[in-house]
């Protein structure tokens, strides 16, 4: 809300930033782009690899996109930053996702993510693999904070099956 208070004195208006900002919520829920790729991915994976999706944000907005979507059924569980009350980067949200997908202690896990700031820095800081999607097709720069180095990169949603070891052909798990 606070934004739209900001935003309506700048422009000198009168009016309540409350129904603004609550508008606004439920605007952001109403759709749900998809990245190319996303969904052959998480198709390629199920039933191979326990997936948790990780995501910031508001719970009404990010349940909608959700399930709009229809990515849900691809997925053991759900952790959305409201509801958990830490968000990324917090190493802790990164070992409650793995707990949820049945990550044993000491086991392996891998955390996809557009973010370098949240998704990459955040698995690592939690002793996780990252897997930084530069959906610019490297011609991104990527904000590097020092010592922050993604176990992989991918261009291509398509090339995350393979690093997992998971064939996109046959859906079985590889060794």
């Not at 782009?33 to 991915?41: F, P, Q, T």
């Not at 897997?131 to 291509?156: I, Q």
Request: aromatic letters at 6%; glycine letters at 12%.
């Amino acid at each position: 809300m606070l934004r739209f208070e900001r935003l309506l004195n700048h422009l000198g208006q009168r009016r309540d930033a409350t129904a603004m900002s609550r508008a606004f919520v439920e605007e952001l829920g109403r759709s749900a782009l998809m990245v190319d790729g996303a969904e052959e991915m998480l198709s390629a994976l199920h039933g191979s690899v326990p997936m948790v999706l990780l995501t910031n944000g508001l719970s009404e907005v990010q349940r909608s996109r959700i399930g709009i979507s229809g990515i849900d059924r691809f997925f053991v569980d759900v952790v959305i930053s409201e509801e958990v009350g830490m968000q990324k980067p917090d190493p802790e949200i990164f070992h409650l996702a793995a707990a949820r997908a049945g990550a044993r202690a000491g086991g392996r896990v891998l955390m996809v993510g557009d973010s370098f700031s949240s998704d990459i820095a955040g698995s690592l800081a939690a002793g996780y693999d990252a897997c930084w999607f530069n959906e610019d097709h490297g011609h991104r720069r990527r904000p590097e904070p020092e010592g922050v180095v993604p176990t992989y990169t991918v261009t291509d949603l398509g090339q995350v099956p393979p690093i997992i070891g998971v064939c996109t052909k046959t859906g079985h798990a590889g060794g």
